[in-house]
Structures are given as structure tokens and as C-alpha cells.
């Protein structure tokens, strides 16, 4: 008896971790999604095809997304980008009760004092979408193409530190992608390794 149930549950844990869902990878169609946002709409990422999206994992009390914002880059980035008819979907993936858990009120509030540049900020508390994209850390950027595969995934930039000093000297993969894809070349970093806060997921 104690044999049969040892081999249920050995049975069970194989199934479990065969059936988890990979990580999305570079050249693979973007997992599709809805999320609400701060402004109370509804976005789905298949509402974006035929344009470049860029999807930003975000925080506000992370020092390295302040990095970010505080100087400005990210939202320099998000409306350079957006003017060109790229969507950028800022996504707070923080469980209730954790750091940087927004409510639609809070989230519309810190759009509004950061000045953020975001096509829109969407809420994703229970983290289906971020575990979906295997999304580690704020910030953890991906960029998808007009045709909605994955272009580019992992850090902002070369320099994993959250002093805004390292701003200047650093290569901003996110840009780069972009403009790579955008002028038809392949992108040259397509994949790096995301660096920030863990994020506050509730499980």
C-alpha cells in the first residue's frame, strides 16, 4: 500500500512540473493576456498586434525602478517610444499586503506624479500574468514585435546597480531592441539577465 501511494505521489510531482509552463522564449509568439488597468479598462495584449509593445514589470518602492524614474529615463523611453506607435504596458505584478501593490486609485495616482509615459499601468495581483512570463524582477522588460513574437527579454540596461550616475554609461538594451527591429536588423542582445527587486509575488 505504502509503495502504490509513494508511486502516486511521485507520479503526481512528474505531471505537476511537466505540465508547468516554460518561459516564453526570444523568437516564440507572446503569451497572450488581459490585465485591468489604473484608468479601469480592460487590455489585452492581442489588442496591440501590428505594433511593437514593450512590457515593463514595475515597483514603485524599488530603489532600482526609482533609478529609473527619479532621472527620468524610463518615462524619456516610454514617450519616445510611444511616439512612434510602439504600446508600452506598465505591469505591477505585487500580491496584496507587499510592497508596490497598487489599487486602480493608487496606480492612477502614481502615474500622475511620475509623469509616466506608459500606454497604461495594469494591475496583476494574483501574478498569473508575470509567473506566465516567468517575469522575475522590477524591472524586467520584454519587448514584443508587429507580429507578436518576443524580441528581447531581461534587464533595462548593462548596468545592474540603482545609482542613476550609471545611467550615462550604460547601454539601454530596451532602445536598442527597438531600434534594431524597427530599422529591420536582428536584434544584437536579445536576451540578458533581468536585475532589480525580486518581485512581491503571493506565492
Given amino acids: 500500500?505504502?509503495?502504490?501511494?509513494?508511486?502516486?505521489?511521485?507520479?503526481?510531482?512528474?505531471?505537476?512540473?511537466?505540465?508547468?509552463?516554460?518561459?516564453?522564449?526570444?523568437?516564440?509568439?507572446?503569451?497572450?493576456f488581459s490585465l485591468p488597468a489604473a484608468d479601469g479598462k480592460t487590455h489585452s495584449l492581442g489588442d496591440f498586434k501590428g505594433?511593437?509593445?514593450?512590457?515593463?514589470?514595475?515597483?514603485?518602492?524599488?530603489?532600482?525602478?526609482?533609478?529609473?524614474?527619479?532621472?527620468?529615463?524610463?518615462?524619456?523611453?516610454?514617450?519616445?517610444?510611444?511616439?512612434?506607435?510602439?504600446?508600452?504596458l506598465t505591469i505591477d505584478s505585487s500580491a496584496p499586503g507587499t510592497q508596490g501593490n497598487l489599487t486602480a486609485e493608487e496606480a492612477k495616482k502614481q502615474m500622475s506624479e511620475l509623469k509616466m509615459g506608459s500606454t497604461a499601468l495594469l494591475l496583476d495581483p494574483d501574478g498569473k500574468v508575470g509567473h506566465e512570463y516567468h517575469a522575475t524582477n522590477t524591472p524586467h522588460m520584454f519587448v514584443v514585435d508587429p507580429a507578436g513574437k518576443l524580441i528581447y527579454e531581461g534587464a533595462i540596461d548593462s548596468n545592474a546597480s540603482y545609482d542613476p550616475a550609471d545611467i550615462k554609461g550604460s547601454t539601454n538594451y530596451v532602445k536598442a531592441a527597438l531600434e534594431e527591429s524597427m530599422a529591420g536588423k536582428p536584434v544584437a542582445n536579445a536576451e540578458t539577465k533581468a536585475y532589480g527587486c525580486s518581485i512581491k509575488y503571493a506565492h
Avoid: I, R
Fill in 51 to 88: 505594433k511593437y509593445v514593450v512590457l515593463e514589470w514595475f515597483n514603485p518602492g524599488c530603489p532600482f525602478v526609482q533609478k529609473h524614474y527619479k532621472s527620468d529615463n524610463m518615462q524619456t523611453l516610454q514617450k519616445e517610444f510611444t511616439a512612434k506607435g510602439v504600446a508600452w
Fill in 1 to 32: 500500500m505504502k509503495t502504490k501511494l509513494l508511486l502516486l505521489t511521485l507520479t503526481t510531482l512528474c505531471t505537476g512540473a511537466l505540465g508547468a509552463a516554460e518561459a516564453p522564449k526570444v523568437g516564440a509568439p507572446a503569451p497572450n
